[in-house]
T-cell receptor, first 114, second 114 residues
Framework: AQSVTQLGSHVSVSEGALVLLRCNYS??????LFWYVQYPNQGLQLLLK??????LVKGINGFEAEFKKSETSFHLTKPSAHMSDAAEYFC????????????FGTGTRLQVFP | EAQVTQNPRYLITVTGKKLTVTCSQN?????MSWYRQDPGLGLRQIYY???????DKGDVPEGYKVSRKEKRNFPLILESPSPNQTSLYFC?????????????FGQGTRLTVV
């Protein structure tokens, strides 16, 4: 069964520092990959998605992620963290030939310090 | 405004008292799902529906029921709630083709069963 692993349940960075949130997936077929963000007391909203087009995907709020098939990874990055980036981030996968289910990782809580 | 609406946002109930959490979307989406979010476990799918009158179990369906009589509505029913169903619940919808594009989430329902 497909799965998603997010390394690090908590990540802390200083404002202005690089943000790197890790996501690895296991899928026997090329997947669709997503990053969602959850701000406090809100639902999830899409940051970016990979659907087999360009391997470097740009999303909202300056975030981007790179699909690396050889490493089965889809890490999320942002060059310079902002206080407003503090939230919980979820990586998710849907298989190309079975898009009925969206499988989520366990989430990474990002803290940004001034 | 395109949205997924869940009600209620907060609910405290007693063990064994039947309850329903409603979910409605105004985007004419075919796919709808229910997830529960628990600390350290991320989001786990309870049930999903690919269209009217078509539903299927997700990863944690025990103790839950759903129905899809109309395209826009997908209520979650707990016939006899137990304390281990205390959680944060999210409804999500997605266009035809399933989860290869963006999933839209409701604001969440925080359920406490005492």
């Amino acid at each position: 069964a497909q799965s998603v692993t997010q390394l690090g349940s908590h990540v802390s960075v200083s404002e202005g520092a690089l943000v790197l949130l890790r996501c690895n997936y296991s899928s026997s077929v090329p997947p669709y990959l997503f990053w969602y963000v959850q701000y406090p007391n809100q639902g999830l909203q899409l940051l970016l998605k990979y659907t087999s087009a360009a391997t470097l995907v740009k999303g909202i709020n300056g975030f981007e992620a790179e699909f690396k098939k050889s490493e089965t990874s889809f890490h999320l990055t942002k060059p310079s963290a902002h206080m407003s980036d503090a939230a919980e981030y979820f990586c998710a996968v849907s298989e190309t030939y079975n898009t009925d289910k969206l499988i989520f990782g366990t989430g990474t809580r990002l803290q940004v310090f001034p | 405004e395109a949205q997924v609406t869940q009600n209620p946002r907060y609910l405290i109930t007693v063990t064994g008292k039947k309850l329903t959490v409603t979910c409605s979307q105004n985007m004419n989406h075919e796919y709808m799902s229910w997830y529960r979010q628990d600390p350290g476990l991320g989001l786990r799918q309870i049930y999903y529906s690919m269209n009217v009158e078509v539903t299927d179990k997700g990863d944690v369906p025990e103790g839950y029921k759903v129905s899809r009589k109309e395209k826009r509505n997908f209520p979650l029913i707990l016939e006899s709630p137990s304390p281990n169903q205390t959680s944060l619940y999210f409804c999500a919808s997605s266009p035809e083709g399933g989860y290869r594009t963006e999933a839209f989430f409701g604001q969440g329902t925080r359920l406490t069963v005492v």
